[in-house]
């Protein structure tokens, strides 16, 4: 008697199936002294949703700023204008306490440059200890519209080990000021490598 | 040899096969005046996720939204929120971190505010989430979280409950006056 378990399997379910996820993991690239790590492909109008998810993100030089830009031309320039927001929650390891404040040196005004993902360079993710890294995501909507602009957000944790050892918890929103289709996303730090760790890009239907 | 194409069907698959998260309907706003979902919010999943995508208005306005128990003929639950919000003008000015009482409710049947005022270019527009998590129950509150990022820049993080032991069965959107020009929200249960 055939069984499900005998099967040979050759039907694709549809995404509509009744019990099917709407999560699809498109593509995941491990860091291994890598200076950046840039996804060119995948992203287009099959997803109006993409989370980008760090796993251990972990530099090869010490307080370095994890960072992101956006491009429309397939990843050949990674400088589309931005405005965003940046807070941050922290307590030390050392010391306990915490603090909630507005960093102005990690949002952009209309900028081109890298969005910071963790804090500013200087007190940027820990690579001093081999357990330090940052873990996160980032949420990016309709990439492909042709009419809006592109609305992210992003939460993360890290390990800052600048004179004390501090856990920041990282919020980010903004938008690329473009009306012009993103199809590639690059990241890096402001220095050195990602020396290790893993993201994965997801679409969302 | 048997293929799954040549079988008949009769397997009913686990909710658990190809993920946890499950679209269940989606709307696209054409100079709407509100968008409600007035189905599908039931004890089959714990948790419900609203996602809004460019959600473009009328006229400048707040997005919002409120709950009903009885199936969409009223959307008037009493709730209690809270509303705080990272903003950055695009010319760099202000900046900062808020709390916004104009924006949170305390026992109040009112819309509950989701994004500031949300301008009206024609590449304005919001998006972000809504998690409403086990809206069936009859013995909790009903808590919600949400985070959205309009333009200016402002991203606006809402938190608070229906407080009500009585199911929730629909839930509406709309903009404090005008219509929902354009947008799409998706309604995803979670297991």
Redesign the interface.
């Known amino acids: 008697m055939t069984t499900y378990s005998n099967l040979k399997y050759d039907h694709p379910f549809s995404s509509n199936a009744t019990g099917t996820g709407s999560l699809t993991l498109i593509s995941s690239q491990t860091a291994s002294a890598s200076t950046n790590i840039s996804f060119t492909s995948g992203i287009d109008s099959t997803y109006d949703e993409y989370i980008f998810k760090f796993i251990n993100i972990h530099p090869s030089v010490d307080d370095a700023s994890f960072q992101f830009n956006m491009s429309t031309d397939n990843g050949s320039n990674y400088n589309v204008i931005k405005t965003t927001t940046w807070f941050q929650a922290y307590t030390s390891e050392d010391t306990g306490g915490g603090n909630l404040s507005y960093d102005g040196n990690a949002d952009l005004a209309q900028s081109t440059s890298y969005q910071p993902i963790s804090r500013e360079a200087g007190v940027g993710v820990s690579g001093a200890n081999s357990d330090d890294s940052l873990s996160g995501y980032i949420y990016l909507f309709a990439p492909s519209s042709t009419t809006y602009v592109k609305h992210f957000l992003g939460v993360n944790n890290y390990i800052y080990s600048g004179g004390e050892t501090n856990s920041f918890n990282n919020f980010l929103g903004g938008y690329a000021n473009t009306t012009s289709a993103i199809n590639a996303i690059d990241f890096k730090f402001s220095s050195g490598n990602i020396d290790d760790g893993t993201i994965l890009m997801y679409g969302v239907k | 040899?048997?293929?799954?194409?040549d079988?008949r069907y009769d397997?009913?698959?686990?909710?658990?096969?190809?993920?946890?998260?499950?679209?269940i309907s989606e709307q696209t706003a054409s100079a709407s005046s509100s968008i409600s979902f007035t189905s599908g919010i039931d004890s089959t999943y714990r948790t419900y996720m609203f996602?809004f995508?460019?959600i473009?208005p009328s006229s400048a306005g707040t997005f919002t939204f409120n709950m009903s128990t009885d199936g969409g003929s009223t959307y008037a639950v009493t709730k209690t929120s809270t509303f705080f919000y990272?903003?950055?003008?695009?010319?760099?000015t202000p900046?900062?971190?808020s709390y916004e009482t104009g924006y949170d409710l305390a026992q109040s049947t009112s819309y509950q505010i989701l994004t500031d005022s949300v301008p009206v270019n024609?590449?304005?527009?919001?998006?972000?989430?809504l998690h409403l998590f086990n809206p069936s129950s009859t013995t909790y509150v009903k808590h919600f979280l949400a985070?959205m990022?309009?333009?200016?820049?402002?991203?606006c993080?809402i938190t608070g409950y229906g407080n009500t032991t009585s199911a929730i069965n629909a839930i509406d959107f709309k903009f404090a006056s005008g219509n929902i020009d354009s947008g799409?929200i998706k309604m995803?249960g979670i297991a």
């Open positions: 040899m048997s293929t799954y194409t079988i397997y009913n698959l686990p909710s658990s096969v190809g993920g946890a998260m499950k679209l996602k995508i460019n473009h990272a903003r950055q003008n695009e010319s760099g900046t900062g971190l024609n590449d304005d527009s919001a998006s972000g989430y985070n990022n309009n333009t200016y820049s402002i991203e993080f799409t995803y």
